[in-house]
């Protein structure tokens, strides 16, 4: 009796490309729950702004002072009001009885954090390359 015969029979070597269509496949699903996850987050938030700036009440402008502490300018029925707000409690700081209208910096509209600071940077860049090329035009004149 040969003892390779009684031995244990040779584990089955696993399929490549098997195993790496699995692995595929719980890549998709994993990424696929986390951009879900991500558009209900979006929806989520933008529902809460999507209204602002029209009503009876109107966010004007904000300024956060600490973490939870901010004064923010509302206009409630043609009236303005500047209010305090702190994780403790909200406070009337001064009503604006001003009979002209004063002028408000407009918010520039961002698509996100990444295109704010791209548009910043490309801002910046082209206004030293103005400066660059104004000052190489008085050298050489």
Known sequence: MNPLDTAVPTAVMPDLWMTLLKS???LCIVLAVLFGV???????LAGQSRFQGQ????????????????????????E???????????SCLAKIESK?????PKKTESKG???????????KN???KNREDNGLEKIVA
């Open 24 to 26: 595929g496949m719980m």
């Open 38 to 44: 991500l558009y209900w987050m979006k929806r989520l």
């Open 55 to 78: 009503g009876v009440i109107r966010q004007i402008a904000s300024h956060h002072l600490a973490p939870k502490e901010k004064v923010v300018l509302l206009d409630v029925l043609g």
């Open 80 to 90: 303005k009001i500047l209010i305090g707000i702190t994780s403790q409690s909200i």
């Open 100 to 104: 002209k209208d004063f002028n408000v």
């Open 113 to 123: 954090l990444f295109a704010g600071l791209l548009k910043k940077s490309v801002e």
């Open 126 to 128: 082209t206004g030293k």
